[in-house]
């Protein structure tokens, strides 16, 4: 099935319909064992062209004037056109989300879990482009409607393939222009606006305040004592020049915000679910000092945290949480970083079913949903799982 594409920057939001959460969860009541699934780095690119060069000379490849390192084929095409469903080098057409998406029904999940990074790496080649003519404002309008293409588009997509359950979004440096610049309300609300005006069809309104402020969100699922709770990441990234000149304010702003969601959970004997797009720890591209604020706070409350999922990485990886973050203290969390859907970088297009056992939910079990080695179909499940606590 193929999704139609919109314009963004139009009132013509990409969304066929109106959910909103408490449609199709009502099970989860009964349910106590929560399947859900975590898709991230989408890298969604609406240029993808089939039949490109896919082994081009500045990659991200497979878009129009995509050009192969021996220049142009004498005999006319590509010396490696692009397939349909995605290449190692290209980011992810709107067929590889779209099957993804089909394989993801097949796993009946009760929510879904959308992480950050939507817009195309080719978002960010621009910003080094030197583009004859244009101007400054120029290059920033093309690069902002190509990350709202892209968001739109993936909203729309989602909407379609899961009409009946929640889908929680959240935003990651690459959503940003330039890339990984968040300068902060209101100069950001070219993004949060959009964001929060197409993906209120899945929030309740109570949400969508603080998604329009500062990119970050709680909703409980009704029906289950979950909280899901969705953090801007942005506020801590070491490449968002704002995240520095700021003193840390929107960091701890985030920070205390948390606590006070899982200060409410706990009275209410309640769990959560931490998901944000770049993981703490030293290898994940936050400020230290954020990372120890925020396992510092995570350790106070490991009775409400059911689970804590990020990308970014692109690769499967996961974090061990210390306070203080010591290697030699013993770990009181962890925190999985599931791959990327987009092959870009010889990357295997992925992403992640989870399920969440018993109450108060702190049993995280994974399992690994991977494209076949040939990209020449579509994704693949039964699913193989990786992990059982
Ligand atoms: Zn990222």
New binding site residues.
Partial sequence: MCAQRFTSGSETTGTTSAIHLGHGVASLVAARKLRFLHIT?VHLDMDYAQGEESNCVAPPCCRKGSIHQQGVNPTGGSWRPARSYGENQCDTPAALLQSALDAAQQLHPDFIVWG??TAPHATASEQVAVTQGDSLEMLVNRQRQSVLDSLGNATAIFTAAFPHIPVLPSL???DHVPT?TDPGPPRNAWLLDAATRWWAQWLPEQSLDSLKWGGYYEVKLPGSELHVVVLNTEVCHVQNFHSFVDGGHAAREQLAWLEGVLLRARLARESCLITG??PPGVWG?CWGNYSSAYQELVSRYTDVVAGQLY????SGSFRMLRHPPDPTNPAFGVAYVTPSLTPYKDQHPSFRLYELAGKPYVRLSAAHCPWPDTLIGPILCPVHRVAEP
């Fill in positions: 780095d950050g990074d990651g440096d690459m990984s797009h770049i591209g990308g970014h990485q692109h």
